[in-house]
């Protein structure tokens, strides 16, 4: 590998990515790089890519490296923390083969990561994802098993202006396909005039689609102000314990904010937030939906979830299942509207032309003479 620019570093991708520009080197410390970060990454289109961490480890089949790859970004994996301490944001850096190079200094070395390696270890993850799944699952009830009275008890929502009682609600995450469900179900979209409830950076792929929020959740580390500022209300998620972090950011804005305790993620709290205000559908855009999403989450427990999926399960559908289901083409009140909008003009052009009044004229005396009139 050679490559030569400017670098971007940050131990949280999701913090990388607001920062990284075109063609610049970008230093990550993200082991089992997901789906959600590589598309992000991609879209940026860095140099490179230097990892800390292995990029795929095997545990599962991750695929964000594979999706890196296949994009052409090539990844020096591996490399160890010392580029934390060596490297500065914004210097110039080298990358010749498996070093990383500073002007004349060599400040550590990885692996080049090829396509071969990933499938190889692909192969593994889908050979270990039974044993992944199974440590997943126990911990996950473990955790449901000290959630569930929080969950499955009497919720104390916020006081929210927002009417969502028997309407349909859009939640929003920034997963790894959340473009091509906002597609595919624009229709659904213009049809129904859900409320549309954006979960941290999901409020930015609401307003990039031209769709304004109308509630804004989240530990708001990865919405930007743009989305803050635009109007909907905003409910900022706080632990259990009621600490909520992301509450300074908010309010060093101006923007007024309520809060929101709850133990889980982010998206689980939107869903909550539909069900007890009396929503009678939930349509959730880039959630988490099987177990590779799950796995990729990074979370031992994934209690709140389990629970919260159990909890509104009746009235909670992917956008993909939506996009099946909903009819996308013509109603057919729509289609004979059209033809009877084309068929006016058409019929006042061929009553006042000269030439079809002859036509009008014999077709009047052949009724008069069928009904004797």
Same mark, same amino acid.
């Given at each position: ?8 570093? /940050? ?26 970060? $590589? ?8 140099? !490179? ?7 795929? %480890? ?6 964000? $490296?594979? @999706?890196?790859? &296949? ?13 934390? /301490? =060596? ?5 110039? #850096? ?9 002007? &004349? ?9 090829? #396509?071969?390696?990933?499938?190889? @270890? ?26 569930? /009275? ?11 202006? %927002?009417?969502? #009682? ?12 959340? @473009? ?40 708001? /580390? ?6 803050? &500022? ?20 908010? =309010? ?9 305790? #709850? ?6 709290? !939107? ?12 349509? !959730?855009?880039?959630?988490? +939906? ?5 796995? =990729? ?21 992917? $956008?993909?299942?939506? +996009? ?6 013509? &109603? ?14 058409? $019929? ?7 030439? %079809? ?17």
């Amino acid at each position: 590998m050679l490559a030569k620019g400017r670098v971007r570093l /940050d131990r949280r991708t999701k913090n990388l990515v607001k920062r990284l520009r075109r063609n610049e080197i970008a230093i990550i410390d993200h082991d089992d790089i997901d789906e959600v970060a $590589a598309n992000s990454l991609i879209e940026l289109k860095p140099q !490179a890519i230097i990892n800390v961490q292995p990029s795929i %480890t095997g545990r599962y089949p991750a695929k964000g $490296a594979y @999706k890196l790859l &296949k994009a052409g970004i090539p990844i020096l994996d591996e490399v160890g923390s010392v580029v934390f /301490d =060596e490297i500065k944001e914004g210097s110039q #850096l080298e990358i010749r083969g498996n070093k990383v190079v500073q002007g &004349k200094r060599c400040i550590t070395m990885g692996r080049e990561l090829s #396509l071969e390696d990933v499938i190889d @270890k692909m192969k593994e993850g889908n050979d270990n994802a039974g044993q992944e799944l199974e440590r997943f699952v126990e911990n996950t009830l473990e955790y449901a098993l000290k959630e569930k /009275d929080i969950l499955l008890g009497n919720i104390e929502v916020p006081n929210l202006d %927002t009417y969502m #009682l028997n309407r349909h609600v859009l939640v929003v995450v920034r997963g790894s396909s959340y @473009k091509e469900d906002l597609k595919a179900i624009h229709s659904y979209i213009q049809d129904e005039s859900p409320v549309l409830i954006g979960v941290d950076g999901g409020a930015d792929a609401l307003l990039e689609f031209g769709l304004v929020p109308d509630i804004i959740v989240g530990d708001m /580390d990865s919405v930007s102000d743009d989305a803050l &500022k635009c109007g909907a209300e905003i409910v900022v998620h706080a632990y259990a314990d009621g600490a909520a972090p992301g509450l300074s950011r908010v =309010e060093a804005m101006g923007v007024q904010a309520i809060v929101f305790p #709850l133990p889980g993620t982010s998206e689980d709290l !939107a869903m909550i937030l539909a069900w007890e205000y009396g929503a009678s559908l939930i349509v !959730a855009v880039g959630a988490h +939906s099987n177990m590779i999403d799950f796995l =990729e989450k990074g979370r031992k427990g994934m209690g709140s979830t389990f629970l919260v999926r159990m909890k509104v399960g009746s009235i909670l559908v992917d $956008a993909r299942g939506v +996009s099946q289901l909903y009819q996308q083409s013509i &109603k057919k009140r729509y289609l004979f509207q059209l033809i009877l909008a084309a068929m006016i003009p058409i $019929a006042i052009i061929l009553i006042v032309s000269p030439a %079809t009044k002859p036509f009008f004229r014999l077709l009047s005396l052949q009724l008069k003479l069928l009904f004797n009139i």
